[in-house]
């Protein structure tokens, strides 16, 4: 099994930087897709950033400039470091990975999710 436990979160005014953390555990061989996801109520869940085979990242337009992801593939763990924070950028954010497990068998997690409020 997999279970992505996330740190970081909270209230930070406008204008300042937050870091996200994500860290995998269980009988897993590489995570091979990592990344952030954001909710809003009565919207879907958006991505935010990801990075997929280890090298290929994208960035959602709205935190480009802003946001950055980076990931550590011998600790299967991913971060997300947002600067220049906003109100809009207030939601909850999610941890999401895709792994391949001792076995062969592959998976996809979610974490439990983090509140991020920005707000002076």
């Known amino acids: 099994q997999v279970q992505l436990v996330e740190s970081g979160g909270g209230l930070v005014q406008p204008g300042g930087s937050m870091r996200l953390s994500c860290a995998a555990s269980?009988?897993?061989?590489?995570?091979?897709?990592v990344g952030w996801y954001r909710q809003v109520p009565g919207r879907s869940r958006e991505l935010v950033a990801r990075i997929e085979s280890g090298s290929v990242t994208t960035v959602a337009d709205s935190v480009k400039g802003r946001f950055s992801i980076s990931g550590d593939n011998a600790k299967n763990t991913v971060a997300l470091q947002m600067n220049s924070l906003i109100p809009e950028d207030t939601g909850v954010y999610y941890c999401?990975?895709?792994?391949?497990?001792?076995?062969?068998?592959?998976?996809?997690?979610w974490g439990q999710g983090t509140q991020v409020t920005v707000s002076s």
């Open positions: 999401h990975m895709y792994c391949v497990l001792e076995g062969g068998s592959r998976r996809d997690r």
């Open positions: 269980g009988s897993i061989v590489g995570c091979f897709t």
